[in-house]
């Protein structure tokens, strides 16, 4: 298990404790243009944040034995909690501008497909992807709207899911560090792929927002891989990145 494990450990339970919030006061005018443009692309990743995590759960239950299997399964279920309340932040702020939940979307049912198959490696593997273009949609969300309280609410969840990749890219890479010659070159290069069509179906899916803000495929194609790349192929030396360097 992760040397740092006892700090990640740490790490969210003061999340848990003290979590980030969104004050109450912040002006929350949204004009109609704004509504219009970001209804359907906010109920989305709403309906994404709001997974059970069940098998997940069961994964990483499954994949973790003794005291640091404990502290790892108590960090997970705190990390789906707060992708919970993140749905529930994004749901209260739907709620106050009338814009409906979505019971179905392509995008969360093929992610949710996807991290049904394989072992913890692959099901945290499109996890951290699905979290790695995320961070990329928050900021760009962040940029096509006025309204105080969701840019707010953008960044809680842009920093929030910063720190949760930071986690899962330590134990893939930890992972991955047992794989050597053709198998982990062949392994890399599936990922790429899955990752390439990942971004490329999200922009599709979402780009009426993602062209608000200034972005093209390739530009946010290019935004999603320097992500992946800064958390997923570190040099040796940044490996060790803890909570605190997020």
Do not use: N
Not at 181 to 203: M, N, P, S, Y
């Amino acid at each position: 298990m992760l040397q740092d494990l006892p700090i990640w450990l740490a790490h969210f339970r003061s999340q848990a404790a003290h979590p980030r919030l969104v004050p109450t006061t912040l002006d929350d005018t949204l004009t109609g243009r704004e509504l219009r443009l970001i209804a359907q692309s906010i109920a989305t990743f709403q309906l994404g944040a709001s997974s059970p995590g069940t098998q997940l759960r069961a994964a990483v239950r499954h994949h973790c034995g003794s005291q640091d299997g404990h502290a790892c399964i108590e960090i997970f279920d705190l990390l789906i909690a707060e992708e919970q309340r993140h749905a529930s932040l994004l749901g209260g702020f739907m709620q106050d501008h009338d814009i409906p939940r979505r019971e179905r979307a392509f995008t969360d049912q093929a992610f949710r497909a996807l991290r049904r198959l394989g072992e913890l490696e692959a099901r945290l593997r499109i996890l951290a992807t699905a979290q790695i273009i995320g961070i990329v949609y928050y900021r760009a969300l962040e940029g096509v709207t006025d309204c105080r309280r969701l840019r707010i609410l953008c960044r809680t969840i842009a920093a929030d899911a910063s720190a949760h990749v930071a986690f899962e890219s330590q134990l893939l890479l930890q992972m991955q560090g047992r794989r050597h010659g053709i198998t982990k070159l062949l392994d890399g290069a599936r990922e790429q792929c899955v990752f390439v069509a990942a971004a490329l179906v999200v922009f599709a899916t979402h780009r009426r927002v993602l062209k608000s803000a200034g972005y093209g495929p390739a530009l946010f194609l290019r935004d999603c891989r320097s992500q992946y790349a800064f958390y997923l192929k570190w040099p040796a030396a940044l490996r060790r990145l803890s909570p605190h360097g997020t």
